[in-house]
């Protein structure tokens, strides 16, 4: 019998002065390098840069300022780490463009094509890897759309729907990993919900990536987000079970450790 596969971890690297989760600590490019390299060194097999904070609340940035601060970052992680998959996190096409030139090979697109009318387009002639995560709104106002009867099946529902607008655009199906976006426009019982059935996820036909990571609704009255690592990790093992394909964490050394107690290698390479 075939064991549990060991999910690829993916690094967050947040370059954002406002980042809930590193405080803006990256907000550099040599230190967002080096912490890059950190994240490889312990054990992430993807390296996810950001340059818009997607905390509830957060306002957004211009295209030239994330630019600014991915760019550097992912050309500088492709010299230093050439064996790193690296991933931006962005919604915009335009910085789409610009990393997978700069080096990246995964767009990881939080709004899942809704952001931008050209996301979609732009992945289909790109031809990189594409998260497509579920969303309803910008993080500024994601809290007011956070309403559900039955949340698993309408976070499936209406990934279903951007899954099939991605397909529909050109976009190889073996190109896309879908995500139920724990923390957007959810509550905490919404994301307990989805992680409990995870199952509804991975049924899809697709690669499922799953982004728990120091959020919310792992959180304990008065904590920091760092401390809320050893429960990110008790999720990734959950994920694992359920066949999740990849984690997206600040600390991948706890992933790590908690994968280590058994789980087989990954048969299915990076991307
Ligand atoms: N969460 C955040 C940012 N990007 N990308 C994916 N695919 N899935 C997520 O759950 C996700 C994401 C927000 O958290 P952060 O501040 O830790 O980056």
Partial sequence: ?????????????????????????????????????ELAAAGAAIIDVGGESTRPGAAQVDAATE??????????????????????????????????AAGARIVNDVSGGLADPDMLRTIAELRCEYVCQHWRAPSAVMGDYATYKDPVAEVRSELQQRLAAAVATGIAVERIIIDPGL??????QHDWAIVGSLAAFTDLGCR????????????????????????????????????????????????????????????????
């Fill in 1 to 37: 019998m075939r064991g549990v596969s060991r999910p690829i971890i993916m690094g967050v690297l947040n370059v954002t002065p406002d980042s809930f989760s590193d405080g803006g600590q990256f907000n550099d490019t040599a230190l967002a390098i080096r912490h890059g390299l």
């Fill in 208 to 271: 499922v990536l799953i982004g728990a990571s120091r959020k919310r609704f792992l959180s304990q009255p008065g904590d920091t987000p760092p401390e809320r690592d050893l429960a990110t990790a008790a999720i990734s093992l959950l994920a694992a079970v359920a066949g999740v394909w990849a984690v997206r964490v600040h600390n991948p050394t706890l992933t790590v450790k908690v994968f280590d107690c058994g789980l087989i290698a990954d048969d299915a390479g990076v991307v």
């Fill in 183 to 188: 923390g957007f426009a959810k509550a905490r």
């Fill in 67 to 100: 630019q600014q601060r991915v760019l550097p970052v992912i050309r500088g992680l492709r010299a230093a780490a050439p064996n790193a998959v690296l991933s931006v996190d962005t919604t915009r096409a335009s910085t789409a463009r610009a990393a997978v």
